[in-house]
């Protein structure tokens, strides 16, 4: 695994990216931008399920105005986040913060398809049920986590 | 010493900037509280500014839209300063030489100049153009100038840790 990391680090393209200063800060810029936009849609969707924001929008079309940002910012985010990842991939790879980085958006992301899934039949119903509610408010952790866990890494790790 | 680094100088060496730098936690959260109201402060001034623009939101009001973002305008921004303070207090005179920062500051100030000036002239006559899908020229100026602003001001802050 070690080798895989020192192998994408030294692909050309990417040490062009580690080693052009200006480069590298437009992509972390962008990365940060699009999880602006992706944390603070599916968020904002899961407020609406609690009951506690835009509760004049119906859910399921609050949702089906929300869900494209939030995936588009997401493949976005994806996309930067690799680019900075390639640029000290060695590091990154075995590194402790990282590792539940990586852990807490994939959960994260699974709540959101629990809640895009949910939506639908939650909408329909007279009152959207506390089980949906439960899945909402965790799925608000688990994207405060995955902020959080990015932050220290830089923090802990001194990466990035 | 410059009296603006003594502040800073002294800032920085009071129990909550030396707590906040010395702590492996206290930092990281404060600062993800800064990004939520990033998300708060720019997504509500985003939804007023792209109805300006007469890019979104059309079918309402802006004085209706304005009514209802604009409090929580006020919310992000207080929370920004009270969490950007304490981040800036942990590394005050690293921040008094850092270039990204001085600009970041700058662009708040004229993203406020913006509001005033918007809030003063075209925002007065409101009621003439409330529900015009296009609003006048100088209120689209204003939307454009404060995206354009807000969006400079959050890259900017990015930036500040890469100098």
Known sequence: MHDFGEWLEHISWVTTIANTAWLYTSISVVHYFTLLVMVGSIVLLDLRVLGVAARRRPLTQLAEELFPWMWTAFGLAIFSGFLEFTTDAGDYLPDKVFRVKMTVIFLAVMSAIVVQRGVPKWGQLPAIPTSAKVIAFVSILLWIGSILAGVEIAALSGLG | ?163
């Open chain 2, 1 to 163: 010493m410059p009296m603006l680094f003594a502040i800073c100088y002294w800032l920085e060496h009071t129990s909550i900037g030396t707590a906040v730098r010395e702590s492996t936690w206290l930092f990281p959260t404060i600062e993800t509280i800064h990004i939520f109201g990033i998300i708060l402060l720019v997504g509500s001034t985003s939804i007023l500014d792209l109805r300006l623009l007469g890019w979104a939101f059309r079918e309402d009001s802006v004085s209706k839209l304005a009514r209802r973002y604009l409090p929580w305008t006020w919310a992000g921004f207080v929370i920004q300063v009270a969490t950007g303070f304490l981040l800036f207090s942990s590394e005050a005179t690293k921040m008094y030489d850092n270039p990204s920062f001085q600009i970041k500051m700058l662009l708040i100030v004229l993203a406020g100049v913006n509001a005033f000036v918007f809030h003063m002239l075209a925002y007065r006559k409101v009621a003439t153009w409330d529900d015009a899908p296009v609003a006048p020229l100088s209120a689209r100026c204003a939307g454009c100038f404060s995206i354009l602003l807000w969006f400079g001001i959050v890259a900017a802050g990015r930036w500040i840790a890469f100098i």
